[in-house]
């Protein structure tokens, strides 16, 4: 299990975290969280998010969005919104939203990135 004291210190990782870690505790826990995100033409965010999977590691979950086609998507999820004309698919590194606990987890960085129309 990786932690937010052991994303402090791996620079390779921390170079992707956006988030100030300041205010969370360093024994949180790091997961790493697969999603399909539609957008619209104007590269706007859609309704349309889909949680692919999370995992322990990184290289795991990148292993999973490297992975993952349009047909897999099709055969597993319901059909995007019809503005929806393209997914990103992400990885996102998350930890427990010590603000909000209802909400479960919040992105502090994204690993990976490809667009899938």
Same mark, same amino acid.
């Given at each position: 299990m990786m932690t937010v004291k052991d994303l402090l210190e791996n620079e390779e990782l921390l170079?992707?975290?956006?988030e100030?870690?300041?205010d969370i505790p360093e024994d949180a826990e790091v997961l790493y969280a697969v999603w399909a995100i539609?957008?619209?033409k104007d590269d706007e965010v859609?309704? &349309?998010d889909y949680l692919i999977g999370e995992f322990d590691n990184a290289d795991?979950?990148?292993a999973c969005a490297e992975d993952f086609t349009i047909e897999k998507f099709n055969a597993e999820y319901?059909?995007?919104y019809e503005d929806t004309t393209y997914l990103s698919i992400e990885v996102e590194t998350v930890i427990a939203d010590p603000e909000d606990e209802d &909400?479960?987890?919040m992105n502090v960085g994204t690993v990976y990135h490809r667009e899938i129309p």
């Open positions: 170079s992707n975290i956006v100030d870690l300041d539609g957008y619209d859609t309704d &349309c795991e979950a990148i319901q059909k995007p &909400c479960g987890t």
